[in-house]
């Protein structure tokens, strides 16, 4: 797989204006601020790919992106940030639910990245529960892991797996887009579910 042959195809905020999958779908999912778009230009060398923001709560769209004409890889909004007005946060989370209870769709892995600085909220919680439950395969990304000291890290690691359901069955990559560790882990699992 050619990581360098990525490009933007299309956004959409609304969920009729989605065409029909073309391509196996893999979903990036999390809380705005989580550290997405960032992890997605790391992922796809690709600087200005997602937008990077410093303030959050901006990506109110579902944003699609080709990779290698072999996996479509689609930017959930960020959820989660509160000082949005209720009316937008129930239509991200109809489009983040619409898309993810849609079966006509071929999508085979959600990412969904959570950040390492504290222990998993309760948002993250209901995420994971709701993928339990609709028989999602979903990961789990660890970010901004170079936030972490080393013991920060080492209890971050044996803690995450106790605070989040099903947790020992979970695979979880520690990544960061400042060192780019667990850049070839994802990789990995791309060209995995690529190769089906
Ligand atoms: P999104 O809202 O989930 O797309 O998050 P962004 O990618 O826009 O990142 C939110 C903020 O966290 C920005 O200030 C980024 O620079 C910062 N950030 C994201 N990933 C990392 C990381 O791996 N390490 C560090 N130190 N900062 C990060």
């Known amino acids: 797989m050619n990581y360098h042959k990525v490009s933007f195809l299309a956004s959409y905020g609304l969920l009729k204006q989605i065409p029909p999958s073309s391509k196996i779908e893999i979903a990036f999912a999390g809380r705005s601020n989580v550290g997405k778009s960032s992890l997605i230009n790391k992922l796809f060398n690709r600087k200005g790919l997602a937008r990077v923001s410093a303030v959050p709560g901006k990506t109110a769209t579902i944003n699609f992106y080709d990779l290698d004409d072999t ?4 930017d959930l909004p960020g959820y989660g940030y509160a000082k949005v007005a209720k009316t937008e946060k ?8 619409g898309y993810l209870n849609d079966e006509s769709r071929s999508m085979e892995l959600v990412v969904l ?7 998993a909220t309760r948002l993250d ?3 994971i529960d709701y993928l ?3 028989e999602k395969p979903f990961i789990i990304a660890l970010t901004k892991m170079d936030k972490l000291n080393k013991t920060e890290r080492q209890n971050r ?3 995450i797996a106790d605070e989040i359901p ?3 069955d979970i695979t979880i990559v520690p990544f960061s887009a400042e060192t780019g560790e667990g850049v070839e882990a994802l990789r990995e699992i791309i060209e995995e579910i690529a190769s089906y």
Not at 90 to 97: F, G, P, S, T
Not at 113 to 119: C, E, F, M, Q, Y
């Open 166 to 168: 099903c947790g020992g």
């Open 71 to 74: 996996v479509h890889i689609v």
């Open 113 to 119: 990245l959570v950040d390492s600085r504290h222990p």
């Open 90 to 97: 129930v239509r991200w989370a109809e489009l983040i639910e």
């Open 125 to 127: 919680i209901d995420m």
């Open 157 to 159: 690691l044996s803690s």
């Open 132 to 134: 339990i439950e609709t």
